[in-house]
């Protein structure tokens, strides 16, 4: 079994009881023990496939996304207009891979502005742009956040710690069908003598998904 | 391809349909009042597939964009809106 776990979810947002983490994750284990006894499964392709969930497919590659598009006007003219082909191009819908039936679908970049904040929810499921996020956080998937973030998104942003100023709208995008979002994040004051990589280094995966801001850089 | 009925602006009303089995059009935007905020694409609609069990015609579908106060009612968040993407048969 994978020492994998998914990374702290805000204090306010871990509806999820612990209890049911371990009973989830024991049962979870004797099932990938059973199909290994039975020879139906090898413990390293569980392995791999849990490492491409998290490393090959991790935030790190929304965050080059961001960065780039924050320096590149050529880039974020075409990230706005058609993400997938960005997606397509640098090879991460998996076309031929072993991991080819990974949910792939079309992505569309949408840009936080003064005007405009953005943020992402799955109503139906959890339906989320894991090849440029990673897996998801386990507070994507609650019934809580499901729910509440197309009802009353400026409250659940404040439980993130997210103050929207009176007078931004606040556009939620329910992920429900054909494209999965990705939030490109204001960038932030003070980061004008930055290069590429060290701007990457600023985003974050909760930015991308739009229940954070980054803060300036003083 | 189809070609889609409806263009970036126009306002759009939601079928009231309850479905016995899958749909993408959630209850809670259903006989809503939206306006259209992209066109984009078209592909099978789920519902028929599920129901079916085969993919059936590409019908276009669309981002569809709603004011939380059009979703919720007065009291609901004034400077908030949504974006969910429907396909056309969901649409009048």
New interface residues.
Partial sequence: MSSHSYAAAPQSHNHDKDATRVALTARTAALEAALVAGGVLQSEQVDELVETYAEKLGPRHGAAMVARAWVDPTFRQRLEEDATSIIRDLGYDLEGSQHRDLPFA?LRAVFNTPEVHNVIVC??CSCYPLFVLGPQPRWYKSPEYRSRM??????VLKEFGTS?P??????????????RYLVIPERPKGTEAMNEDQLRALVTRDSMIGVTVLPDVV | MATPRFTVGDTVRTRVDNPPGHT?L?R?VRGRTGVIESV??A?PV?DETVKNGVKGDDVP?Y?VLFA?QD??GND??A?????????ESYLE
Avoid: C, H
């Fill in positions: 079309t109503t139906l197309v009802i009353e998104p400026t409250q929207v009176a007078g931004k709208t606040i556009r939620v995008w329910d992920s429900n069908a054909e494209t | 993408r959630p809670y984009r694409g592909a789920p579908f981002g939380m979703l919720w609901a968040e400077d908030a809106e949504l974006v969910v993407e429907l396909w």
